[in-house]
């Protein structure tokens, strides 16, 4: 019977088995490094992109934050001029009561009384002067307490004044600023009369 000898068979099959294994671990390799640059590109993309959008919330946050501060300056600035506008309003409203008190004042004041000097703080008037007699000084409290724009004369201190006459004094005194008191009291009794009948 014959011999054959199959080694070399065997070792050209195992060579080229290797050889196949070596290409297609190399592409393998190949492959994964495709895929994970790919894969890495992508990911660059994306945080390229994300990058992008963010810079853009930046922005428009900055504008918004912008408009805010904006919109905090004319809301008070609108306030100021509401206040101002408030403060003109009352000034115009209460700019007759002034002539008025002036004009009250000076009825109020009896012949032979002289005021050097008024000084107005809320709603009390100081008032100093000089009367030729302390009767001229109770005359001008009487009528300033029945006027209707004054109320509760206080007289806080009188001093004889010898050159302005025998009887003369100097005095200082205190009034309340009442506004048209007799006007509000006949407008309550009115009210109260309309609803009694």
Same mark, same amino acid.
């Given at each position: 019977?014959?011999?054959?000898? =199959?080694?070399? @068979?065997?070792?050209?099959?195992? *060579?080229?088995?290797?050889?196949?294994?070596?290409? $297609?671990? $190399?592409? !393998? !390799?190949?492959?994964? #490094?495709?895929?994970?640059?790919? @894969?890495?590109?992508?990911?660059?993309?994306?945080?390229?992109?994300?990058?992008?959008?963010?810079?853009?919330?930046?922005?428009?946050?900055? *504008?918004?934050?912008?408009?805010?501060?904006?919109?905090? &300056?004319?809301?008070?600035?609108?306030?100021?001029?509401? &206040?101002?506008?408030?403060?003109?309003?009352? =000034?115009?409203?209460?700019?007759? =009561?002034?002539?008025?008190?002036? &004009? /009250?004042? !000076?009825?109020?004041?009896? /012949?032979? =009384? @002289?005021?050097?000097?008024?000084?107005?703080?809320?709603?009390?008037?100081?008032? +100093?002067?000089? #009367?030729?007699?302390?009767?001229? !000084?109770?005359?001008?409290?009487?009528?300033? &307490?029945?006027?209707e724009w004054y109320e509760s004369p206080n007289l806080t201190g009188?001093? +004889?004044?010898?050159?302005?006459?025998?009887?003369?004094?100097?005095?200082?005194?205190?009034?309340? $600023?009442?506004?048209?008191?007799?006007?509000?009291?006949?407008? *309550?009794? $009115?009210? *109260?009369?309309?609803?009694?009948?």
């Amino acid at each position: 019977m014959a011999k054959i000898n =199959l080694l070399p @068979w065997r070792q050209e099959y195992r *060579a080229q088995k290797q050889k196949e294994f070596q290409q $297609v671990a $190399v592409l !393998v !390799v190949i492959a994964a #490094a495709f895929s994970t640059f790919l @894969w890495m590109k992508t990911v660059d993309g994306q945080i390229a992109n994300q990058n992008e959008r963010n810079q853009i919330l930046q922005t428009e946050i900055a *504008a918004l934050d912008k408009q805010v501060r904006e919109i905090k &300056d004319l809301k008070k600035r609108r306030q100021e001029l509401i &206040d101002r506008m408030r403060v003109i309003q009352e =000034l115009q409203g209460n700019r007759p =009561l002034a002539v008025r008190y002036f &004009d /009250e004042m !000076v009825r109020s004041a009896p /012949e032979g =009384l @002289w005021l050097t000097n008024l000084k107005r703080s809320g709603k009390s008037m100081e008032i +100093a002067g000089v #009367a030729e007699s302390n009767n001229r !000084v109770s005359s001008f409290m009487r009528n300033l &307490d029945q006027s209707e724009w004054y109320e509760s004369p206080n007289l806080t201190g009188v001093t +004889a004044k010898p050159e302005f006459g025998e009887q003369a004094s100097a005095f200082q005194m205190t009034v309340n $600023v009442s506004g048209r008191k007799k006007e509000e009291q006949e407008d *309550a009794g $009115v009210a *109260a009369a309309n609803k009694g009948s």
